[in-house]
């Protein structure tokens, strides 16, 4: 019987861990990357955004070619950089490629660095306009944020939002 | 009361490692189309944060390849024949002895040190492997995408 009572109490503990260790962990949500672009000029096209490179599984505290997207997009509209986005018929294409995402496994002041490649091509002739790698940094504390976790994820989103905020910034200076 | 601490830790240990201990993952990509010239000189520049000289391991492996590299500071204006500029970062933790988790290697343009190929592996603990191989590894992936594609 007390073996019972063992073997119940250490799945217990295995079960509770697990949930610590793993199960909690989503990706980046777009909302945590929310980008303010100050932009020099806007331009008249419309513009597809298409994002490559990001992170295809769940649970993983990294950031998806869709939440990237989508926070790209948001940045774009609100920043009125473009005349409108959208998937469909498009002036411009703007190609992003997350090259690399290199998150802290632990520790109190923690710092993401992040990289990735924008291209901006004209869609009429398919002529590239711009191309540029981009890298953004954040470091956070645990003044900034308590928790571990949390604070991996408010780094990593902070990182993502500078990284849309330069390239956008870069992009309002081109002559298109 | 000690005995069922110690129990406790135990139990956590053992599924931390579970959790942390399963994870392999190694990718490589083409981002722009590239050809490497076997004449001209791939430039490895070191990561500031290295300290165990992978700089010069990735440097002796493209050799090994056939390429000419050499591992630099960091790569200027004074240099000549760039054909390529090779980046990295490797990131490496401790379980029971130290051992590189993360390795990431870009291959960028001389012109604007745009990203041209991308490579990563990730081993974590039970599955590690030693900087040597985590290097030939993610080399051997990107050498393999740019003759694929």
Same mark, same amino acid.
């Given at each position: 019987?007390?073996?019972?009572?063992?073997?119940?109490?250490?799945?217990?503990?295995?079960?509770?861990?697990?949930?610590?260790? &793993?199960?909690?962990?989503?990706?980046? +949500?777009?909302?945590?990357?929310?980008?303010?672009?100050?932009?020099? $000029?806007?331009?008249?096209?419309?513009?597809?955004?298409?994002?490559?490179?990001?992170?295809? $599984? +769940? #649970?993983?505290? $990294?950031?998806?070619? +869709?939440?990237? !997207?989508?926070?790209?997009?948001?940045?774009?509209?609100?920043?009125?950089?473009?005349?409108?986005?959208?998937?469909?018929?498009?002036?411009?294409?703007?190609?992003?490629?997350?090259?690399?995402? #290199?998150?802290?496994?632990? &520790?109190?002041?923690? /710092?993401?660095?992040?990289?990735?490649?924008?291209?901006?091509?004209?869609?009429?002739?398919? !002529?590239?306009?711009?191309?540029?790698?981009?890298?953004? /940094?954040?470091?956070? &504390?645990?003044?900034? +944020? /308590?928790?571990?976790?949390?604070?991996?994820?408010?780094?990593? &989103?902070?990182?993502?939002?500078?990284?849309?905020?330069?390239?956008?910034?870069?992009?309002?200076?081109?002559?298109? | 009361?000690?005995?069922?601490?110690?129990? %406790?830790?135990?139990?956590?240990?053992?599924?931390? *490692?579970?959790?942390? %201990?399963?994870?392999?993952?190694?990718?490589?990509?083409?981002? *722009?189309?590239?050809?490497?010239?076997?004449?001209?000189?791939?430039?490895?520049?070191?990561?500031?944060?290295?300290?165990?000289?992978?700089?010069?391991?990735?440097?002796?492996?493209?050799?090994?390849?056939?390429?000419?590299?050499?591992?630099?500071?960091?790569? @200027?204006?004074?240099?000549?024949?760039?054909?390529?500029?090779?980046?990295?970062? @490797?990131?490496?933790?401790?379980?029971?002895?130290?051992?590189?988790?993360?390795?990431?290697? *870009?291959?960028?343009?001389?012109?604007?040190?745009?990203?041209?190929?991308?490579?990563?592996?990730?081993?974590?603990?039970?599955?590690?492997?030693?900087?040597?191989?985590?290097?030939?590894?993610?080399?051997?992936?990107?050498?393999?995408?740019?003759?694929?594609?």
């Amino acid at each position: 019987m007390k073996k019972v009572y063992n073997l119940i109490k250490f799945g217990v503990v295995v079960l509770f861990s697990l949930m610590a260790v &793993g199960c909690s962990f989503s990706n980046i +949500e777009p909302s945590e990357m929310a980008a303010n672009a100050q932009v020099v $000029k806007h331009h008249q096209g419309s513009v597809q955004v298409k994002v490559t490179g990001g992170e295809t $599984k +769940e #649970d993983q505290l $990294k950031i998806t070619n +869709e939440s990237f !997207k989508q926070s790209i997009v948001n940045a774009i509209n609100k920043s009125k950089l473009f005349g409108s986005t959208g998937d469909g018929k498009s002036d411009y294409r703007l190609d992003v490629i997350l090259n690399s995402l #290199d998150q802290p496994a632990m &520790g109190f002041t923690m /710092t993401v660095n992040m990289e990735a490649s924008w291209i901006v091509t004209r869609i009429s002739d398919n !002529k590239m306009m711009w191309r540029k790698s981009i890298s953004s /940094t954040q470091t956070l &504390g645990v003044s900034d +944020e /308590t928790g571990g976790v949390a604070r991996v994820r408010r780094t990593t &989103g902070e990182a993502a939002a500078r990284n849309i905020e330069k390239a956008l910034a870069e992009i309002s200076k081109l002559d298109l | 009361m000690i005995k069922k601490i110690i129990y %406790c830790i135990t139990a956590f240990v053992f599924v931390f *490692q579970l959790a942390g %201990c399963s994870v392999n993952k190694q990718s490589a990509q083409v981002l *722009q189309s590239i050809k490497l010239d076997k004449e001209k000189i791939m430039y490895v520049e070191k990561f500031h944060a290295d300290g165990r000289g992978i700089d010069q391991l990735i440097a002796a492996e493209l050799t090994k390849r056939g390429y000419k590299a050499i591992s630099v500071g960091q790569v @200027d204006a004074s240099l000549e024949n760039v054909g390529i500029i090779v980046t990295y970062f @490797d990131k490496w933790i401790w379980d029971l002895s130290m051992y590189m988790l993360e390795l990431d290697v *870009q291959f960028r343009s001389p012109k604007d040190r745009f990203s041209l190929v991308k490579g990563n592996s990730y081993h974590t603990s039970l599955t590690r492997k030693s900087p040597e191989e985590m290097v030939s590894e993610v080399i051997g992936n990107m050498l393999k995408k740019i003759e694929n594609q």
